[in-house]
Nanobody, 122 residues
């Protein structure tokens, strides 16, 4: 059973930066795509970014501001968030895909972390 643990959330002013980390309990990153999703209060969970072995995908709302990366030797995936906006406020979740292919569909991810809160003040 893969156990994903997110960290790095917090409170930041608009325009600031945060770096989220997601560590896995065992080595699965080599073959699976990984992704970040987020859920704001009263809203559906939405896709943020995904990474396969070499390629990335971003939602339009974060493209150019966020960067997803992975370190397979550390079993960790990162989300660097720059130029944060109040509308980025949400709980951010790390997820592992069922396959090596990256996808924006939440149902294609079979393991999820507990989430980390990101709050951006205006």
């Amino acid at each position: 059973q893969v156990h994903l643990v997110e960290s790095g959330g917090g409170l930041v002013q608009a325009g600031g930066s945060l770096r989220l980390s997601c560590a896995a309990s065992r080595d699965t990153f080599g073959t699976r795509a990984m992704a970040w999703f987020r859920q704001a209060p009263g809203k559906e969970r939405e896709f943020v970014a995904a990474i396969s072995w070499t390629t990335t995908t971003y939602s339009d709302s974060v493209k150019g501001r966020f960067t997803i990366s992975r370190d397979n030797t550390l079993n960790t995936v990162y989300l660097q968030m720059n130029g944060l906006k109040p509308e980025d406020t949400a709980i951010y979740y790390c997820a592992r895909s069922r396959s090596p292919a990256r996808t924006i569909v939440a149902l294609e991810y079979d393991s999820w972390g507990q989430g980390t809160q990101v709050t951006v003040s205006s």
